[in-house]
């Protein structure tokens, strides 16, 4: 039995060492160890032996046993760390490969002139406003003098949610929004989204932005309304922009002007910028009517003011140099991306 002994140890010591994986290693531990295991044969034919010889070889045998636990725990904790190495190998991350790119956005042209305008202002002690874009009627026409049926509505054609319910043609519904709730001194701009239904092609579309103006208080005159226009062209396009007031009509106005800043391209010489006239119109403005006061709830017997609407289109268009209103909302990254 001796011979046995030696020859099982040998053999489990050479299967276990060269055992590759943990499941080779179990296999071996039921074929030396489980219940129908070579170890548990031999001690199954103990009982052949005489008395003497017994408690001997079991010791044998247990040794056995022991020794043979030993290797397999020792090969399977082996194995099990090498397994683990490999893994850890196969999933490293490389910490110096390049990184996948990520493209920061940036302003709209649009939003850049916007921006611009709203700091001058802000500068200036203005506030910002906001008013609805679904507007009523009364808001949009009637209180700025605009009764149904005048000629200035045909202008500004727009759509109609109901009789008297519309998309706001203009940003100037906002001054009396603002006048109602507001006593004087007001000093506001309001920018916004103004619909109208137009066709689209190369300076107009059915949607653009206004940015509206209003100054309420005592003893305001049309020299105050001269002076921060004048501050807010140099401010947008140099310190040797001059203004020239020309005679209009607005039905909210009185008396009503257009604005036209000198040309920044030719400085007045005539180009193809301002079409050869040295001058650019930019804004609408005039000396807030007193019916329009009165709708506000403002006293003109006290008070007088002036109001300006500036389109923020024309106003990018002019400030970039750019023909054609479309790139404006189409969204090509090619444009785009150019500011
Ligand atoms: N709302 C006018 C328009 O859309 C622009 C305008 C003109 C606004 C004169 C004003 C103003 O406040 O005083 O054509």
New binding site residues.
């Given amino acids: 039995m001796n011979e046995t002994i030696e020859a099982i140890r040998k053999a489990a010591a050479e299967r276990i060492r060269s055992a590759e994986v943990p499941a080779s290693v179990e296999e071996l531990r039921v074929r030396y160890l489980g219940k129908k295991g070579e170890i548990t044969s031999l001690l199954k034919q103990m009982g052949k032996l005489s008395p003497e010889e017994r408690p001997v070889m079991g010791q044998a045998v247990n040794s056995l046993r022991a020794e043979i636990e030993g290797l397999i725990e020792d090969r399977k904790s082996a194995l099990l760390a090498i397994e683990k190495e490999a893994k850890l190998l196969s999933e490293t991350v490389d910490v110096t490969m390049p990184g996948k790119p990520v493209n920061l956005g940036h302003k709209h042209p649009l939003s850049i002139v916007l921006d611009e305008v709203k700091d001058i202002f802000l500068g200036m002690g203005f506030t910002i406003e906001d008013g609805p874009e679904v507007e009523y009627d009364y808001y949009n026409f009637e209180a700025?003098n605009i009764p149904k049926g005048h000629p200035a509505r045909d202008?500004?054609d727009t759509f109609y949610i109901e009789d008297n319910i519309l998309l706001r043609?203009?940003?100037?519904p906002v001054?009396v929004r603002v006048m109602e709730k507001t006593q004087p001194p007001i000093r506001i701009i309001s920018p916004g989204r103004?619909y109208r239904s137009d066709a689209v092609d190369a300076t107009h579309s059915p949607i653009f932005h206004?940015i509206?103006?209003?100054v309420v208080d005592k003893g305001i005159t049309m020299s105050d309304l001269k002076g921060n226009l004048l501050a807010l062209a140099k401010r947008l396009y140099g310190e040797d922009t001059r203004i020239r007031l020309r005679p209009?009509h607005?039905p909210?106005?009185e008396p009503?002007?257009?604005i036209d800043v000198s040309c920044f391209k030719c400085h007045g010489a005539g180009c193809p910028m301002c079409k050869d006239e040295g001058w650019i119109e930019i804004?609408?403005?005039?000396m807030?009517h007193p019916k329009v006061l009165k709708n506000g709830g403002i006293d003109p017997e006290v008070y007088s003011g002036?109001?300006?609407?500036?389109?923020l289109e024309r106003l990018t268009m002019f400030r970039f140099g750019l023909d054609d209103m479309r790139l404006l909302y189409e969204n090509d990254m090619r444009f785009i991306g150019q500011f």
Avoid: I, W
């Fill in positions: 700025l202008t500004q043609t203009q940003t100037s001054q103004v206004q509206e103006g209003l209009h607005f909210f106005t009503s002007c257009e804004l609408g403005a005039g807030v002036y109001a300006f609407g500036l389109g």
